[in-house]
């Protein structure tokens, strides 16, 4: 059989969602390249009963991916989709319909609230953000009509923690469905179905993928929520491609060591940042300074490679001048890859969350490289800012 769900994380990582006895000992499944499924006679194809139907409905290779990531998530199932983006689509659009109202963090992923504040209220759903430090105070916000509270922790770019049980537990007090975008601490840091969320999102396309090469999304439920997560998901018709499902799968062996590396040097790399002159705040959950630090301790078994940093002053001048003296880290969006990137955000679309800084917010991507040589990159980038 496949893994026996025991031994440490790495151990089962090496081997979940495989079951090489079912194909003649090989140790990782097929790429199953399939739209139609035949069946062996009309009883059985008009009752549909056997296991694979059709392509849309799931392969061993879909099916070898979900499995590992049920076992990661401690979810009833999970659905495998072409992006992360639409890893947060498809259980808004499986759980919103016209009248209802849904309660979105302030801090969201921004291509969240692109779709919320288009399509979702194209379809006569009500969107309204809320600050991603409420905690459990969000039972004021609310509604009869609450069908969805919307949560990601840390928040995209600026790292607030959300109070996940204390939001989970108030929400689904009132009967609304809990989701959370989990794509910054993965399964391995941070399981949010034990945490009272319902439906757990992530972009595999980030640390699973971990190699820039792949886009993919998970989307995990529990058995409450599953049955709804995967009628939807049929209907849509969102299936992703085999090579690329495949290659998550790949990915997941190496994601717990690869995970260790990225904690290891961005917590590193972050602490020292601290003491830099022309950086004014660190966002860094693991560091004591930060505001949300006690509840990511709380929470949280680790930090993942991803934080943003503040500089002291200046604009986008400042911000520019910085990334063009960087020649390790890339520019470029996306993250959870091997190699590190840099990107000055804009927080131009937010309500309530935009922390007040004294100049631009720089994210980092810490990857694999030599931490020594990330920092000596990061203090040429900070030195052409001219900042003090
Ligand atoms: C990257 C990202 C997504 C979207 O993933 P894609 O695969 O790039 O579509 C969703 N949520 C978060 C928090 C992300 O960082």
Not at 59 to 86: K, M, Q, R, Y
């Amino acid at each position: 059989m496949a893994s026996d769900k025991s031994g440490g994380i790495n151990t089962r990582l090496a081997h979940m969602g495989n079951d090489p006895l079912s194909f003649h000992g090989f140790v990782n499944p097929p790429v199953v390249h399939g739209s139609t499924v035949l069946f062996p006679d009309s009883a059985t194809m008009a009752s549909r009963s056997q296991k694979y139907t059709y392509g849309t409905r799931g392969t061993p290779t879909t099916d070898a991916l979900a499995t590992a990531i049920n076992e990661l998530e401690g979810s009833a199932g999970t659905i495998i989709v072409p992006s992360g983006l639409a890893a947060v689509t498809v259980p808004l659009l499986a759980f919103l319909s016209a009248g209802d109202h849904v309660l979105i963090v302030d801090s969201v992923y921004h291509p969240t609230r692109r779709f919320a504040d288009t399509m979702l209220k194209g379809f006569g759903v009500e969107v309204e953000y809320y600050d991603p430090l409420v905690g459990g105070e969000i039972e004021a916000l609310m509604k009869p009509n609450t069908r969805v509270v919307f949560t990601e922790s840390p928040g995209s770019n600026t790292m607030e923690i959300q109070d996940i049980p204390a939001i989970a537990a108030a929400a689904r007090a009132r009967g609304a469905i809990v989701m959370m975008d989990n794509t910054w601490a993965t399964p391995l840091l941070f399981r949010p179905l034990d945490h009272g969320v319902d439906v757990s999102i992530h972009a595999a396309t980030k640390y699973p993928g971990g190699h820039s090469d792949v886009l993919l999304g998970t989307v995990s439920a529990n058995e409450s929520s599953w049955e709804r997560l995967h009628e939807a998901f049929i209907t849509l018709g969102t299936c992703a491609g085999p090579n690329d499902v495949y290659q998550v799968l790949r990915g997941l062996r190496t994601m717990g060591i690869r995970l260790e590396r990225h904690q290891e040097s961005a917590r590193e790399i972050a602490r020292w940042l601290e003491g830099m002159p022309g950086v004014a705040r660190v966002l860094h959950p693991a560091l004591p300074s930060h505001p949300g630090h006690a509840i990511w301790k709380r929470d949280f078994s680790g930090a993942s490679g991803l934080f943003s940093f503040v500089l002291s002053g200046g604009g986008e001048k400042e911000a520019h001048a910085f990334l063009d003296a960087l020649k390790i880290f890339g520019l470029g969006y996306s993250w959870g890859g091997f190699e590190s990137l840099a990107v000055h955000v804009s927080l131009a679309d937010r309500r309530v969350a935009k922390g007040n800084f004294p100049g631009p917010v720089i994210r980092l991507q810490i990857g694999l490289e030599d931490a020594a040589d990330l920092k000596a990159d990061i203090e040429n980038g900070l030195k052409a800012t001219g900042l003090r």
